[in-house]
Each structure stands twice: as C-alpha cells, then as structure tokens.
C-alpha cells in the first residue's frame, strides 16, 4: 500500500513549484527528510541513521539504517578506555558503525567513512508526536529551500530596478511587495519629501540580498546614484548598447543630480542622447524621481574642460588647475556668479563631487566668491571665508540696490514738485495784482 496520494502529492509539488518557486526534487528531499524522522522517532533505536526514499511514480516508501565504515584509528571499543588527552576517538556504536573488515564481507570494495545501508521493515502507522515531529521537519525544510530560491533569484538582479506595491509602513521603512518576496525601503534609501500610500506601485534599485537570522532581507533604494544610471538605461537605447557611457554620478536625492557621460561613436552625441528630443527622455526621469533636477554634462579626459562642464548651466570664462593642491580657480563674470555657485552652494558643491577637484569661484574683478571641496574635504559653506561672506553680491543684492535706488529718485522728485509748485503759483498771483493795479490807473 502506498504511503502517499500520488494525485494530492503531485497536486501539492506544483503548487508549490508555481507559487514559491521551490523545485520538486526540494520538496521530496524535505518530505523523506521528515519521514525518516518520525521513523526513528516511533521504531528506531538510539543512535540509529535512518534513511527514508519516496518513490514518486508509486507513492512507496522505503527505509535503510545507514552505517558508517570506521576502524581502529577513528573508533575504540565500547570498554575500552581513551589512550591519553589526545585520543579523540569516539566510542564505537554498533547502530552509527561498521568495521572495515566486517563491511567488506559484504562489500568488497567498501572504504573508510563509505556508507553502508540495510534495508528496515516498511512502516506507514506513526504516532501523533512523530507525525508532528515530521510537519515541524518539512515546514522547516520548506522555508530553507524557499529562501534557498528567493537568493538564487534576486541575488543574480541585484544592481537592476525592481516593481513592487507598498504592503506597509513600519517606523519610517517601506516593505513593498514583489510578488514572491517582500523586500525593505529603508528610510535613510528614500527620496526626501517623497509620501506613498498603501499598494501603490514603486520603482526601486535592488540593493543587496542580506542572509540573517531571522530570514532573507531584499533591500531596496532609490536615493542610490545608480538607481539613476538604470532609469536612463530603461529610457535611452544608446546607454543600453553600450554607445553612451556614464563616467561620473553625484546626487542630491530629490533636488538635484548631475551625470557626466562620454560616447564612444563621434557621431552620436551624449548629452542629447539623454536629454533626448525636447527633453523627453529626461523629463520621464525627472517625473519618476518627483521632479529631481538632472544635469547632464559631457565628461573629458581634460581636467580644465571637465570642470567647465560640470558648473553649467553657468558660463564659465577661464580655469586655473593647481595640480599640487588639486584645486581649480574658476573664473566668471559677475552675472554668472551666483549661477555657478548655485542656491546654498549646491551647483557647485555638486561639481566638485563630480570632478574631484576642490573649485574657487571668483569674480571677474578676481574676488574669491565661494570655495567647493570635494565630499573628501569638507562642504563648500565650511571653506568659504569671512571677507569672501563680505564681499559677495548676489543678483538678489544687485536687484535690491537698483530697486532702492528707483525709489530713492521718485521720492525725490516728488519732493522738488512739492517744492517747487509754491513758488510758481505765488509768482501768477504777482502778475494778476499788477495787471489789476494798472487798470485801475
């Protein structure tokens, strides 16, 4: 009589095949695993090794005590003593062992730690507590071979841009559902000012798979630089070929970015391969980064060029490279100057992450405007220096003093007509009381 319903077992084999993606072989592998569990549980003997086999195509199951090939130097006699402290021998068990001598009576050709199996009385009756014993066993094996695959699968695609639902929100983290896996958002991986709902869809970068205790960790981010790099490869057919490559990458994650790329065909250009035809091709990254603005700049193997590049959109008249110091002196006109710097530093702190190169900004007249570091040695606002805080005129100073100056003019030509109309009407009156006296003459 068969152990197993064939029909349910298969039934219970592709469900399990189709939905969490553990193989059959994984599955029968638990299941004999439980069986031989709960055999030796109910008829074994103390030290036995139980061996159990299904047999898919009958439903049979059959089962072997397994013994292990030793001799004298791996085992001692059950009343025989240790040598010394260094006799790390165990004691010979009957049901775990078999000498050498006895195991090639039956086997010529046997080995030292070959294993050995007899055939035992087939069994189909267990106990509640080995039938329990047996469900904790497959569970368990179940739940390895299951995180066995989930590693197997999304360990090969870390690196790649994954789609999934928020499932829920648990202390500032996302847990978003992937389908067979449910993967985190940590908070410090998010955009800032970004706000999901529950099942709504996100994009995210699969991270890393992390292995713990407590089971299988997918981390996700979408403040990573290459979380950018993979959208534009989604968006641009000539990075996806290999014709556009990116060279450098820095992000503020959800105010702005800036990517230098190079192309290896002359006649493709880079920078409009990813801005694509009046922008298209960068506005859908910037929509699916909620509106992050993105620089794209033409990367040169020439440190002077590269750092023009990366200041756009600011116009840049000359650069001084100070290799010694790894410093760039930028000079720019005083229109362009709080472009180049940008709002709180960050165009140029931004080009200075991308380049490598600490970059002074200076004005026309030779005035030290602002100073970037690289991530390396401080931000922009700890270098800046007192009499450079001083002297710096931004175009909202410039608009404020002309604005001032407007006014201080209207007031005082308002003020010379209020002066001046007293003494034009006085002057008629004269004129009228001569006329008026000679008449009367």
Known sequence: MALFDLKALSSALEELQQERGISRESVIAALETAIAAAYRREYGKRGQIIRATIHPETGDVEFRQAKIVVDESLVRKEDEEARDENDHRSRFNPEQHIMLADAQRMKKDSQIDEEISFPLETREDFGRIAAQAAKQVIMQKVREAERASIIEEYGEREGEIVTGHVQRFERGNLFVDLGRATAILPYDEQIPGERYRQGERVRALLLRVDEGVRGTFIRLSRSHPKFLTKLFETEVPEMASGVVEVKAIVREPGSRAKIAVFSNDEHVDPVGA?????????????????????????????????????????????????????RAVVQVAEDQQSLAIGRGGQNVRLAARLTGWKI?????????????????????????????????????????????????????????????????????????DAKVEEETK
């Open 274 to 326: 990813l801005v694509g035809q009046r922008g298209v091709r960068v506005a859908v990254v910037t929509s699916e980064l909620g509106g992050e603005k993105i620089d794209v700049v033409e990367w040169s193997q020439n440190a002077g060029d590269f750092v023009k590049e990366a200041l756009k959109p600011a116009q840049i008249m000359a650069v001084e490279l100070f290799e010694d110091e790894n």
């Open 360 to 432: 002074d900004i200076r004005s026309a007249g030779g005035e030290a405007m602002t100073e970037a570091k690289t991530a390396d040695g401080g931000s922009p606002d700890d270098s800046q220096s007192e009499s450079s805080r001083e002297g710096k005129t931004t175009k909202e100073e410039l608009a404020v003093e002309a604005a001032t100056e407007t006014e201080t003019e209207a007031e005082k030509q308002s003020e010379g007509e209020e002066l001046t109309q007293p003494e034009s009407e006085s002057e008629d009156r004269d004129v009228a």
